[in-house]
Each structure stands twice: as structure tokens, then as C-alpha cells.
């Protein structure tokens, strides 16, 4: 920081969002980031980050939020999108009960690349369809309990709870570091 900013403290997250191919993770992110939801996104557009800023204690806090764009069909998300991370978004889609069966292995991975202070969420999307469900709440609330995350059922596609979802990952980061 140069002397003349003096007050003008910049902080920048990098978050990471993880989790099964199509559970809504390139969703949720363009919805914070651009309030936008693509009914026919394709896993192969790949934007690598967004940026997104948010004030805290008066501060500028920017949030640097990666995309996998496609890796995870394969299985092999880089340690390079890892690398850095202070936050993570493990995302499952509550529709489809096996997409919550690997959350524990994206868990294994995260943890095999950052270390505990990363700030983690599990984040069940696609609440809006509650006539589909086969996830229930009470099941995302223990294993984040069990895990020690924090927990929020999510949609981007009527957007509740995605501002928040993200908010509380880097209120979470800044609490961490200050
Ligand atoms: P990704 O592979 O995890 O990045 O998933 P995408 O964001 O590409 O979304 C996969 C599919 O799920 C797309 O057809 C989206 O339109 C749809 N989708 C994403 N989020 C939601 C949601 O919150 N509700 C519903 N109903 N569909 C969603
Ligand atoms: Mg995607």
C-alpha cells in the first residue's frame, strides 16, 4: 500500500466454487456477479473469475470468485484453481440426491489443496424446486454441521439466498484475517 492511500486498505478473496457438474455453479456466481441466470448454460463457457465488491467496516473488500468452467466432468479440478483460495462454495443441487453422495469427496479435494482457515459453505441450490426435492434440509444442516460449515439452500434462478450465500463466505474471510 502506498503511503498516499493511506485509508483506502484493499483487501481481495479469492473464493472457489466446487461441487458435481450441473448443480448451478457457473448460475450461482453469474447471479451474483450479474444478476443474470442462463437456462441453457453450457458447462464449456468458461469465464475463469468474476470480481465482486462488497464494503465492510467501511472498507473496500473485493471478492476474486472462480468458475470451474467443465473441469469437475472430468474429475480433475487443477490444484492452480485451488491455489490461493481463502473461500469456497461446495455446491450440490437438492434435486438430485448423488450430487449430495460427493460433497465429501469435494471436501477431501479442498482439503488436500487449502488449508482449515478456508472459509467454507455448503450450499444446496435449486430450492425452487421444492416439488422435486430429494435432499431435505435437515440432511444439508447435519453434514454441514457435522463438517463445520456454514449452510444455505440457494436457487439461482429466482435468486434467494445467492447475495447472502456469498456475503456471508467473505464476511467470513474478513473476520478471519482481521
Ligand atoms: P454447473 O455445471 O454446476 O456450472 O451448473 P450450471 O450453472 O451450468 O447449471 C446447470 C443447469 O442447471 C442449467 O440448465 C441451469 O439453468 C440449471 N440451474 C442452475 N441453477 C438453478 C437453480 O437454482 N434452479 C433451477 N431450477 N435450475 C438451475
Ligand atoms: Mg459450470
Known amino acids: 500500500m502506498s503511503s498516499d492511500d493511506e ?28 444478476n443474470e441466470f442462463n437456462l441453457h448454460s453450457k458447462a464449456t463457457i468458461g469465464v475463469e473469475f468474476q470480481t ?21 466432468r472430468f474429475r480433475a479440478v487443477t490444484s492452480a484453481y485451488y491455489r ?9 443441487d437438492i434435486s ?14 479442498l482439503n488436500t489443496h487449502c488449508d ?6 455448503l450450499v444446496g441450490n435449486k430450492c425452487d424446486l421444492e416439488n422435486i426435492r430429494s435432499v431435505s434440509i435437515e440432511d444439508g444442516k447435519s453434514l454441514a454441521e457435522a463438517e463445520g460449515l456454514f449452510f444455505m439452500e440457494t436457487s439461482a434462478l429466482d435468486s434467494t439466498n445467492v447475495k447472502t450465500a456469498f456475503e456471508m463466505v467473505i464476511r467470513e474471510i474478513y473476520n478471519n484475517i482481521s
Open 7 to 34: 485509508g483506502a486498505e484493499e483487501y481481495l478473496f479469492k473464493i472457489v466454487i466446487i461441487g458435481d457438474s450441473a448443480v448451478g455453479k457457473s448460475n450461482l456466481l453469474s447471479r451474483y456477479a450479474r
Open 84 to 92: 490461493g483460495a481463502v473461500g469456497a462454495l461446495v455446491v450440490y
Open 116 to 121: 482449515t482457515t478456508v472459509a467454507r459453505m
Open 96 to 109: 438430485r440426491r448423488t450430487t449430495f453422495d460427493s460433497v465429501g469427496r469435494w471436501l477431501d479435494e
Open 52 to 72: 465482486q465488491s462488497m464494503e465492510i467496516d467501511g472498507k473496500e473488500v473485493k471478492a476474486q470468485i472462480w468458475d470451474t468452467a467443465g473441469q469437475e
